[in-house]
Every structure is written in structure tokens, then in C-alpha cells.
């Protein structure tokens, strides 16, 4: 019965399975994703590719305000600033919250 469960997802997976692909920009290194397509029972699980420049299409999509939950990880994040900027649209307030920091806390602040 206990293999028959279907896994659970990281926390990662978990958001942008949540909140959808409209709303998170996701700025790592993953080549693939698993999103939801469709809403309420018709609801199924897709793996979606992602391109090699996915990463600053997304950074780019949350700094001009049309999405508004951004996750990164070290991967995708390295060399970037995603602070408010007086130069970006996006002026709302920023909330950040360390998933899965890894062996390194210094690295991860």
C-alpha cells in the first residue's frame, strides 16, 4: 500500500505546482519541471522542458512585475541581484525565505 502513494514533491515543485507558472518565476538550473496543466479534478501532473535562457526570461519576467513569487537556487541565481531597484518595475516589497539551503549558510546568505 505504502509504494502504491504517489512521492511527494520537493518544496520547490510543491510552489510552482501551487501557485503555477503565470506566477513564479524560476531561475535555476533544472533543464525540466514538473507543472500542473488545467485546474480542479481535470488537473495532471506534466513535465515541461526548459530552454537554456529560461532563467533570464524569468528574472526579467519578475523585475518587470508580471510575476510576482520568484524561487532561485545557486544554480540560476549566481551573479544576480533580485533586490527592489528603482530601475525595475517591480517596486513591491520583498519577502525571502531560504528552502533547502544546503551544507553552507554563509553560502546561502
Do not use: C
Amino acid at each position: 500500500k505504502l509504494a502504491s502513494l504517489p512521492p511527494v514533491p520537493g518544496a520547490l515543485d510543491q510552489i510552482v505546482q501551487r501557485f503555477g507558472t503565470d506566477l513564479v518565476a524560476e531561475v535555476t538550473g533544472r533543464s525540466r519541471r514538473i507543472v500542473r496543466k488545467g485546474e480542479g479534478p481535470a488537473a495532471r501532473l506534466v513535465v515541461e522542458s526548459r530552454a537554456g535562457s529560461a532563467n533570464l526570461a524569468e528574472t526579467s519576467a519578475f523585475m518587470d512585475d508580471q510575476k510576482r513569487i520568484l524561487i532561485f537556487s545557486d544554480a540560476g541565481g549566481t551573479g544576480r541581484s533580485y533586490h527592489a531597484s528603482l530601475d525595475a518595475k517591480n517596486q513591491q516589497r520583498r519577502v525571502h525565505f531560504l528552502l533547502e539551503p544546503g551544507w553552507r549558510a554563509d553560502r546561502a546568505l
